[in-house]
């Protein structure tokens, strides 16, 4: 691998509007397949990544909506990890979902999140914050992944918030005494499981400043050598400071260096394509892949 891999800018890039990661209400993003992808078409999107969190489950109604829209659809998934308390975020695109391994491990996580999330909800509302289980499970879309995001909306729908940004700045951060784990592959691991489905795998906001850690070089280095492929390096939580780092690591390395909107609908304050992706960095995304699982092209 060479430096030239890693060129890039920030923002939009010339050519097309390449967004490689974004969430539909199969995970914890406010809008279906079909309504993600119409909106992606909306806004001027050519490439969208759906990488909802540890399920492939909206892929084929995205497809449909991609074909119908002219909207180009790369399929992945957002693999939740951790190492030592820290939160990790692994984008694995072009992943086979047939590959027994990775389903299994993210069918483990999210049996996980539902359990924990009664156990924080049990917390909150011990502490007199006005919630129930019940409430949130009427967020959560029938066959979709359970999250936090999903407590906010929760506390949203009973008017004790207006925007889940609130809920994660005051109580469902990884550092409040509400929050319980759940179960999460090392990142390691996770990037194993990725290569061996045939998939390219990329560390999601990988220096995000909303945490109190992310992930340092040494991990960086270990998923290295397990078959990373890249780094978001351009992300809505990366400043210059954050930016400048991943560019550093991935010049030394050898990594592919992606932009990304991580729009979640009206979950978050993220915008589609408001940080992009080259061309040439989609292109080898998907040489890397294995063919198993392939672009989706209108």
């Not at 951790?82 to 990790?88: L, N, Q």
């Not at 990366?238 to 010049?251: F, K, L, W, Y």
Request: hydrophobic share 40%; with cysteine; net charge negative.
């Amino acid at each position: 691998m060479t430096s030239e891999r890693s060129a890039h800018g920030t923002g939009r890039e010339p050519g097309p509007v390449i967004d490689l990661h974004a969430h539909s209400n199969v995970s914890d993003g406010t809008e279906s397949p079909t309504e993600l992808v119409e909106a992606a078409a909306a806004a001027g999107i050519d490439v969208l990544a759906i990488t909802d969190h540890d399920t492939v489950g909206g892929w084929e109604e995205a497809a449909r909506a991609a074909r119908r829209t002219g909207v180009t659809l790369v399929p992945g998934i957002e693999v939740s990890c951790a190492v030592g308390g820290v939160s990790i975020h692994l984008l694995g695109y072009l992943t086979d979902p047939g590959d027994e391994a990775l389903m299994a491990e993210l069918a483990r996580a999210r049996e996980s999140r539902a359990t924990r999330l009664e156990r924080m909800v049990a917390r909150m509302a011990a502490d007199g914050i006005p919630l129930t289980y019940e409430q949130v499970l009427a967020q959560v879309s029938p066959g979709a992944t359970a999250g936090r995001p999903h407590i906010a909306d929760a506390l949203i729908a009973n008017r004790t918030i207006e925007h889940r940004d609130e809920a994660f700045a005051e109580w469902l951060a990884e550092d409040s005494p509400y929050y319980v784990a759940h179960h999460a592959p090392h990142p390691v691991r996770a990037v194993e499981l990725v290569r061996a489905a045939g998939g390219v795998p990329v560390i999601a906001h990988p220096f995000t400043r909303t945490r109190s850690r992310g992930a340092d070089e040494a991990l960086i280095e270990q998923m290295y050598a397990a078959g990373l492929a890249g780094l978001e390096a351009y992300h809505r939580d990366h400043g210059p400071e954050q930016i400048a780092r991943a560019e550093a690591i991935a010049e030394r390395l050898g990594l592919l260096l992606t932009g990304s909107s991580d729009y979640h609908g009206e979950g978050k304050l993220n915008r589609l394509g408001e940080r992009t992706t080259r061309a040439d960095v989609l292109d080898a995304i998907e040489q890397e892949s294995s063919g198993r699982t392939v672009v989706v092209r209108p």
